[in-house]
């Protein structure tokens, strides 16, 4: 039989604003005794989705009648500008609110929020899962016990392919209308997302950041809609010490975690290693993340969950705090802290990488100074107007035929289109100084490669046509890009490219 935790205490009764990543959080409350009783969204499909998941609720597409329901939290995952005036609606109708990353748009949205939740008395949380995660958890408490010193500098990453979220849903399906691309994915600056690389930092550390410089790298990955590349920038947090926060896309995720003290540093990015000593030159101690004694039996309900655990965590530490217990880390003023952060570094990526204070909205009088700032990024386009309108009727099918070059959520075995022509190529080349379990990756993606020849080939002639149609706008861009990656004119060229691939094939698959 399945633990569960506050099971002596009355269910808490969950509705769900916005069933695409809210979705995710359904499995874990079982655990919890959390009760979803509400959820609402505008996709039918997820609406249908959600409720057969959960056949008792009530579900909605509108939001009125989903506010109107008799629940406790409202757990808001909606689209990400809207997150402060969801949360703050949610407020107002009495419910006590877990609020998806991050917590609002513009410093004014912020100070709205946080009066909001102040006059309400109800209980906000960010739902920020990053830290939780097993490595940051135990830095975590080796820091709180004084083992690291003071600190003094980290790097942490958030850096993950995203690309194909701008033209599909968080579940893969295409955007429509198809001549459309994501409400805010596609067009979202990547400072923005600060949250899971530097709030870890944070928490490790009891520190909030003060001020910051930020950059955007010109050169990004082809076929990306919104052409900006990786975004780094560099926090004062409020002891002194600096963080370089990484986030946006490469050709290379990363996750890094690197933290140095007075006393000692670790570098949990693969493994936790931690370097003793009080000096550059101390032993490397590898260490296995535990639990301690009193989290023990949370952290094995936490580990088969999403994000590391991360999710199980922020459900608990709600719960927890719900039921009169432990305050929960992520309060409106936290929240404000790291959301600041990411609204900071895109203005200042924006203005000449100016270096900008991150206020402290605790503060009335910084509260007072942003009140009216509803500044936001400069968008390259309007998600909903990338098309001009006469060839809206042409372009119905780009949502698709982006899917079609580049699929999101797979891995490097199930990949699609653009990466398995350039996986397979770039493995060809480098085919004879790799070893040999990696050689036999290579060749299973030759093969692939040439079953999938084929239909690729179609969905690059139609993307050429297309591309030629809409001339100047940002889809040819786009389109033009993962052309060339993908060597359109071999792909094309289907037959001798095929003999090309089994002629290889024949030479080294022994």
Known sequence: MTKQLFADKNPIRLGIWGLGRGSNFSRLCQFLNIEIVAGCDYNDWMREKFLKNNPNAFVTANDEEFLRQDFDVALVATFFPDHARHSIRALNAGKHVLCEVTSFFTPAQGVELIEAVEKSCKIYNLLENYPYMAPNRNLRRLWREGFFGDFMYAEFDYNHDCRPLGWTYIDGVPVQPGYTVHNWRSVQASHYYATHSLGPVMLITGLRPVQITAYMAEPHLPGLLKATGL????????????????????????????????????????????????????????????????????????????????????????????????????????????????????????????????????????????????????????????????????????????????????????????????????????????????????????????????????????????????????????????????????????????????????????
Request: charged share 30%; net charge negative; glycine share 8%.
């Open 231 to 510: 975004a780094p920038s560099l926090i004062k947090m409020s002891n002194g010490g600096i963080v370089r926060n990484l986030v946006g896309g490469g050709t290379g995720d990363t996750h890094a975690k690197r933290i140095w003290g007075t006393l000692a540093s670790c570098d949990a990015t693969h493994k936790m290693e931690i370097r003793v000593g009080a000096r550059g030159g101390g032993r490397r101690l590898s260490f296995d993340p535990v639990d301690s004694p009193e989290e023990e039996e949370v952290a094995k309900l936490a580990r088969d969950a999403g994000h590391g655990g991360g999710d199980f965590w922020e459900l608990y530490n709600f719960a927890r705090e719900f039921h009169g217990g432990q305050k929960a880390d992520w309060d409106v003023y936290s929240a404000a802290d790291v959301t600041l952060a990411g609204i900071m570094a895109v203005r200042s990526a924006e203005d000449n990488n100016a270096t900008l204070e991150i206020p402290d909205f605790r503060d009335i009088n910084a509260r007072n100074k942003y009140r009216n700032d509803n500044r936001t990024q400069k968008r390259l386009f309007e998600p909903n107007e990338i098309f001009p309108e006469n060839l809206r009727e042409t372009a119905k099918n780009f949502t698709q035929l982006m899917c079609k070059f580049d699929k999101w959520g797979t891995g490097a075995d199930n990949v699609v289109g653009t990466c398995l022509v350039r996986q397979a190529l770039d493995g060809m080349k480098l085919f004879e100084f790799i070893q040999d379990d990696d050689k036999k990756k290579v060749i299973y993606d030759v093969k692939r490669l040439v079953d999938a020849l084929p239909e690729f080939a179609e969905a690059c002639k139609e993307a050429q046509e297309l591309a030629d149609k809409c001339k100047g706008t940002a889809p040819e861009r786009a389109i033009r890009e993962f052309l060339e990656v993908a060597e359109a004119p071999r792909v094309l060229n289907t037959q001798a490219f095929v003999e090309e691939l089994n002629l290889w094939l024949k030479q080294h698959d022994n």
